[in-house]
Nanobody, 115 residues
Framework: QVQLVESGGGLVQPGGSLRLSCAAS????????MGWYRQGPGKQREWVAA???????TYADSVKGRFTISRDNAKNTVYLQMNSLQPEDTAVYFC?????????WGQGTQVTVSS
């Protein structure tokens, strides 16, 4: 059984930084896409960033230039470095991994940006 576990969320002041991690365990192979989504209070879940197995990255316009996604294939782990955080970045952040066997989601980690 595949399990994704996120960590690194918390409370940060505007302008601060956080680094999220998401590690996959279990029988997961050939992950060709890793990504992050978020769901703010009263909002629908939205895509944030993605990274392919070759390292190509894409970002939502709202986070471009502030967030950086990366992955460690050997560890089946994806990261999201978040800088210059703003109150509108407050949300539950979810990681997603896509392999040829299926799509997997983490349970989410709360990020709160507030003074």
């Amino acid at each position: 059984q595949v399990q994704l576990v996120e960590s690194g969320g918390g409370l940060v002041q505007p302008g601060g930084s956080l680094r999220l991690s998401c590690a996959a365990s279990g029988s997961i192979f050939n992950i060709y896409l890793m990504g992050w989504y978020r769901q703010g209070p009263g909002k629908q879940r939205e895509w944030v960033a993605a990274v392919t197995s070759s390292g190509s990255t894409t970002y939502a316009d709202s986070v471009k230039g502030r967030f950086t996604i990366s992955r460690d294939n050997a560890k089946n782990t994806v990261y999201l470095q978040m800088n210059s955080l703003q109150p509108e970045d407050t949300a539950v952040y979810f990681c997603k991994m896509v392999s040829y066997r299926g799509t997997y989601w983490g349970q989410g980690t709360q990020v709160t940006v507030s003074s």
